[in-house]
């Protein structure tokens, strides 16, 4: 019983068992996915205008994508606490919207939603930052395989809440955000203190666990696609939504046994390790001789420390440290390297989150019918995942077997341009490639970015890095969506109303039928996600020679971080 006990402490100790923590808690931690879900129920209830859905919707993804305030909590806190940070955040902020809904408060103000889904929505960058940049601390050689899925279940959470809030719930709207609001929360409590960097050496199957894994993810994935299809064919009772749901936590607790298999593997080998005699002989220096060179060591490194302390961090701007060296946050923040990050971000997210909004009204515009326009919803996001989990385990093959650079592969991504011309150029049922085509691409984006910025400035500062290079994706969507997709759409509808002799004050609602809707918009769109892959050739020629080496030699002589 002692020993049991023993190895279950192990097992709750191990990474292994971290990472299994680190997927439940990214499969609650994509509930800004839902919103078009409910988003009548706050339209609807609290009674107001058709702009306030879309405020609401734009303060959402706001809030989902600045991670900054994260990212600066990480790097001062240890994990439990970002992660209960984040779990207090989505529960009050998704609680009061139901308390909303529900009219057991009294009605809030715009500004009061607003805030709101900003609190709720942003606390999954402190679920996220807790969880993905610890795994990836842990397992820095494999760093890309991780990236890809943690954002993969990331991706398929909403369709797991999905499923779930019908078993439990049945289809009740107003009842999925009371789940939001305490599921994501009660699963970081659950699992917060399992997940904390680890000093660890790299076993040689890693590679193998993280495919089995993989596996997993995707038989999870195709078993979602499949439930969705049979829901809109078949209708299912509320004992059928509870069979499904049990089918998909099970799937979800698979990793767990991948886990408990692996760590007891490693403690087979600690065992043999402890069992066999010392088999090497130690040669003492004599002690004037050791204290001589701890000595020497000792005032090299005092001497060291001594003079990057009098040096500002801020007179070490542009002082840049060599590729495989760690960067501080400003000498990164404010590196070429960094600013074409951003700039191909800008294009690329920008592109594919402007295409993945605007793609009901699409749908809608070309005269495909409301059941159809869902189904391209669901593509998307089967698409999202699927892109998620290329990207990254094609990309980190591609780089130990042929050395290509991690910013060649986002190039090919961000070529998605095809499928915004698909959109500006459609041809029957040209709108299911395009969301494949989209739907791939945007998933693909996020595990290359936040693993390029890992290898090229280091671990040291991750948490705030990644989270200041997604900042680029809100502001390409408000800038290409706002001012560009939805002000080119509004002058066609309004083409439209004139040809029909209508003036603008007689519609309350804009609404443009026709090819011409979205051509001027989405052409703008596949300029710039194709002018975003150009410009990461400049940095695919800088770091060209960087990716060519090992760079995961400074991992392995580290043997862990702090």
């Known amino acids: ?92 902020g998704y609680f009061m919207i139901w308390l909303a809904v529900t009219g057991k408060v009294a009605k809030p103000r715009i500004w009061h939603m607003c805030l709101y889904i900003c609190i709720g929505a942003n606390s999954q960058n402190f679920a996220t930052t807790g969880a993905l940049v610890t795994c990836v601390k842990n397992f820095p050689e494999s760093r890309g395989v991780m990236l890809v899925l943690l954002k993969g279940f990331v991706g398929l959470s909403g369709a797991i809440f999905a499923q779930l809030y019908l078993a439990i719930y049945g289809n009740d709207s107003k009842s999925l955000i009371l789940l939001i609001a305490w599921f994501p929360a009660a699963l970081s409590v659950v699992y917060v203190y399992t997940i904390r960097t680890m000093k660890t050496e790299r076993q040689p199957n890693e590679l193998r666990v993280f495919y089995h894994f993989l596996y997993v993810s995707i038989v999870l994935a195709l078993f979602l696609m499949a439930m969705s299809i049979l829901e809109k064919i078949i209708s299912f009772s509320k004992g059928a939504y509870a069979a499904s749901a049990t089918v998909v936590c099970l799937i979800l607790f698979t990793p767990l046994l991948i886990a408990i298999i692996e760590e007891w593997v490693q403690w087979n080998l600690k065992k043999k390790e402890a069992m066999k005699p010392p088999t090497e002989l130690t040669i003492q220096k004599p002690r004037e001789i050791a ?61 594919s989150l402007t295409a993945v ?79 494949v085509i989209m739907g791939f691409s945007f998933g693909a984006q996020l595990p290359l970015l936040f693993a390029i910025i890992s290898e090229l400035f280091g671990l040291k500062y991750h948490s705030i890095l990644f989270n200041c290079g997604q900042l680029a994706s809100p502001l390409g969507s408000y800038i290409l969506n706002v001012q560009v997709t939805r002000i080119l759409y509004g002058n066609e509808a309004t083409k439209e109303l004139k040809a029909k002799g209508l003036d603008r004050s007689a519609v309350k609602e804009l609404v443009c039928i026709g090819v011409e809707c979205y051509k001027k918009p989405f052409i703008i769109l596949s300029s710039a996600a194709l002018f975003g892959a150009l410009i990461l050739l400049i940095l695919v020629v800088r770091t060209r020679k960087f990716y060519s080496g090992d760079i995961h030699k400074k991992f392995r002589e580290r043997q862990g971080f702090c």
């Open 357 to 435: 909004d605007n793609l009901g009204q699409i749908g809608e515009s070309l005269g495909y019918p409301t059941k159809t326009v869902n189904s391209f919803v669901s593509l998307v996001s089967i698409w999202n995942y699927f892109g998620r989990v290329f990207s990254g385990f094609v990309s980190e093959n591609m780089l130990i077997k042929y050395k290509t650079p991690r910013p060649l592969m986002m190039t090919f991504v961000l070529l998605s341009c095809i499928g915004h011309l698909i959109i500006a150029f459609p041809f029957p049922n040209s709108v299911y490639v395009a969301s």
């Open 1 to 92: 019983m002692g020993e049991t006990w023993r190895f279950a402490v192990h097992v709750l100790n191990g990474r292994w068992f971290s990472v299994f923590a680190s997927f439940i808690i990214m499969a609650g931690a994509g509930a800004t996915y839902l919103f078009g879900t409910y988003s009548k129920d706050i339209k609807a209830t609290i009674g107001y205008d058709q702009k306030a859905p879309n405020l609401i919707g734009f303060v959402k993804d706001l809030g989902a994508n600045v991670g900054v305030l994260a990212g600066l909590i990480a790097e001062a806190t240890p994990t439990w606490f970002v992660l209960f940070t984040g779990s207090a955040m989505n529960f009050v």
């Open 291 to 351: 204290s001589e060179d701890e000595g020497s060591v000792k005032s090299s490194a005092s001497k060291e420390k001594k003079d990057k302390a009098e040096r500002s961090c801020f007179l070490t701007i542009f002082d840049k440290p060599e590729r495989d060296e760690e960067y501080t946050i400003l000498q990164a923040l404010l590196s070429i390297d960094m600013l074409i990050l951003f700039a191909a971000t800008f294009c690329g997210f920008g592109t």
